[in-house]
């Protein structure tokens, strides 16, 4: 029973990530008094998907619960948290008076296209060999879930945050980040692709 605790957290982390899109896009289709409540709720659900990726892999260590499903299943999960998130908020902001929003759409299609094909290659990959990840793809994953984490709380707390008038510096700032995270992502991409181009070459 114990063993499949890591898998349980992997595939409620994979439920909640189109739950939680679905959330975003209700939070800017919806009246004031009901928006608020789902742009909690966003924040709220993503926080504890993102635990999931930390807990799952700690109960796997701990239980020796280590299988082919779980190194299937966890990272379609990690992709699928930072993708359908990510695309929800590009069609958000582009159906807004959002600054910079094909910054922030562009940055999004890079992140889901370098995760799809990457996704893709460690599948059909021989020997095993597209099951490793690099640590800095891991940076990556947690960077880039620590970018949507901190927008959402941010859109959840906005009626404090433009009170205090920080509105026009944090947004510009996430908008950075989320730049430089899509950056990464394409050179952890590169950083696979490139010694298999040159073995292949």
């Not at 008076?97 to 889901?112: E, G, Q, R």
């Not at 990840?133 to 859109?155: M, R, Y």
């Not at 996430?174 to 950056?183: E, K, P």
């Amino acid at each position: 029973m114990l063993k499949q605790i890591p898998n349980a957290l992997t595939l409620a982390r994979l439920v909640l990530a189109p739950v939680i899109a679905w959330a975003i896009w209700q939070a800017y289709n919806s009246t004031d008094e009901v928006a608020q409540s789902w742009t909690i709720w966003s924040a709220v659900l993503f926080i504890v998907a993102a635990l999931t990726d930390l807990f799952d892999g700690m109960a796997a260590r701990a239980f020796d619960a280590h299988s082919k499903f779980g190194r299937l299943i966890d990272p379609i999960a990690d992709k699928a948290l930072v993708g359908l998130p990510l695309i929800a908020l590009s069609v958000v902001a582009a159906q807004t008076p959002w600054p910079f929003w094909w910054a922030i759409a562009a940055s999004t299609a890079v992140i889901v296209l370098r995760d799809t094909g990457m996704t893709v290659l460690r599948m059909t990959a021989k020997d095993g060999e597209g099951a490793r990840v690099s640590s800095l793809a891991k940076i990556k994953t947690a960077l880039e879930l620590t970018v949507i984490g901190a927008l959402l709380v941010a859109v959840a707390a906005s009626t404090q945050i433009a009170a205090d008038g920080w509105q026009d510096i944090l947004y510009p700032a996430w908008v950075v980040l989320l730049v430089i995270t899509a950056a990464l992502s394409a050179y952890t991409a590169w950083q696979y692709l490139a010694p298999a181009k040159k073995a292949a070459g």
